[in-house]
């Protein structure tokens, strides 16, 4: 018995994006938090290696392409588990941040792979999630971003 459960081959986990959340955004790039719901088949943990992502915005200012790891994050075995990953993607230029200003609406795609796997064997499983920002979440995270300016004073109401 136990010959076959050694030999049985290990089943890929799957990933729903659920949704995305811009976090912060200024000169260097756009940091996201992408929330998903994994399911692992298998009967033993999982863990999440790495993710790697890249994005559109407005279907034409373009992110580059970001590999971080994601610090610890398990898939349990034959359950589905929430997981929220955050990236920070660099703009290609930052004068295409400029385009997004004044629109009522941003859409967005956010394309990639999340590194699922153990010490010896890891899969690649593919995602793409799609939305949109408004104007107020992008001042929001572009305020955000402010508060990690060292020397930048506090402005009550305005910056938390």
């Given at each position: ?18 949704q ?11 940091t ?111 305020l ?17």
């Amino acid at each position: 018995m136990w010959a076959l459960v050694g030999c049985s081959k290990p089943q890929p986990p799957t990933l729903t994006p659920k949704q995305g959340k811009l976090e912060a955004i200024g000169p260097s790039g756009v940091t996201l938090s992408i929330d998903f719901d994994g399911y692992n088949p298998n009967g033993f943990d999982l863990s999440v290696r790495s993710v790697r992502a890249t994005g559109t915005f407005n279907n034409n200012v373009a992110l580059r392409e970001v590999t971080s790891a994601p610090g610890v994050v398990t898939l349990r075995a034959k359950a589905t588990s929430p997981i929220t990953l955050r990236v920070t993607i660099p703009w290609e230029s930052v004068t295409a941040m400029a385009q997004l200003v004044g629109r009522a609406s941003v859409p967005y795609q956010i394309t990639g792979a999340v590194t699922v796997g153990g010490e010896r064997l890891n899969v690649e499983v593919p995602f793409t999630l799609n939305g949109s920002v408004t104007q107020a979440e992008l001042t929001a995270a572009g305020l955000n971003s402010l508060k990690n300016i060292p020397g930048l004073p506090s402005l009550p109401g305005l910056i938390p």
